[in-house]
């Protein structure tokens, strides 16, 4: 059954909702002070439904060589809208030890259009130095 907010009728296409999951459990390396892949991407992509809101709950399990941070997040975009969704620090998970810790999760829920492919991506940076991703799960739903 579909995730429901009050206000929302009771309808068919409410009932049956999309959710997908990607894991990486491959010790992967970033070394970039922006957003980007890391070693390795891990993407998803899914429908736009018909209520237009999508909820990804991003988690990592991280260290870092020297103890500074590592913070993790995601990137959305729509086939039809473009950007939907960047990185924002205050909202990412974020690790500064160099003893491994987590999984770690940060979720957001944002807008798309009703119908369009949207791809959303986990995104990690590190402050300086060389960030260890020991685990990473990306997890798209359908509201």
Not at 74 to 95: R, V
Request: charged fraction near 15%; include cysteine.
């Amino acid at each position: 059954m579909g995730f429901w907010l009050p206000g929302m009728l009771i309808t068919a296409s409410r009932l049956d909702r999309d959710t997908k999951q990607v894991k990486d459990t491959t010790a992967r390396t970033v070394t970039s002070t922006t957003y980007g892949n890391g070693s390795s991407a891990l993407s998803t992509t899914i429908l736009g439904p018909p209520s237009g809101q999508l909820e990804v709950t991003v988690e990592a399990r991280v260290d870092h060589a020297s103890g500074t941070n590592v913070l993790s997040s995601f990137t959305a975009s729509g086939s039809t809208s473009g950007t939907l969704y960047t990185p924002i620090d205050a909202e990412a998970t974020q690790w500064a030890s160099t003893s491994s810790a987590g999984p770690m999760a940060t979720s957001q829920v944002f807008s798309c259009l009703p119908g369009e492919v949207v791809t959303i991506t986990a995104v990690h940076r590190v402050t300086s130095g060389t960030g260890n991703m020991r685990y990473r799960s990306l997890k798209v739903r359908q509201l």
